[in-house]
């Protein structure tokens, strides 16, 4: 199933840019064609970089994998249902 992008600021599609492998990171969700998690993108992002700043990590990656990144944590959290802590 190809989900579009929610922002619409990459033009691209989720699925194009986030794969989930289980021979790849245990399965974890990464940029396609690569072993770059989205979790080090978001942990990035949550350290106070900016897509720049990730790109110049990580080269090989275009701002359109950041974003479809993001788009996918925040679909992944649109559909999880979330149990407050105590």
Same mark, same amino acid.
């Given at each position: 199933?190809? #989900?579009?992008? $929610?922002?619409?600021? $990459?033009?691209?599609? %989720?699925?194009?840019? %986030?794969?989930?492998?289980?021979?790849?990171?245990? $399965?974890?969700?990464?940029?396609?064609?690569?072993?770059?998690?989205?979790?080090?993108?978001? $942990?990035?992002? =949550?350290?106070?970089?900016?897509?720049?700043?990730?790109?110049? =990590?990580?080269?090989?990656?275009?701002?359109?994998? %950041?974003?479809?990144?993001?788009?996918?944590?925040?679909? #992944?959290?649109?559909?999880?249902?979330?149990?407050?802590? =105590?």
């Amino acid at each position: 199933m190809t #989900v579009p992008i $929610g922002s619409g600021k $990459g033009g691209a599609e %989720v699925e194009e840019r %986030v794969s989930v492998d289980p021979k790849v990171c245990g $399965g974890k969700p990464c940029i396609r064609g690569t072993r770059i998690m989205v979790k080090n993108i978001l $942990g990035m992002i =949550a350290g106070g970089y900016t897509i720049e700043r990730i790109l110049e =990590a990580y080269p090989e990656l275009t701002r359109e994998d %950041v974003v479809g990144a993001l788009d996918y944590a925040s679909q #992944v959290i649109d559909e999880e249902k979330v149990i407050r802590r =105590a």
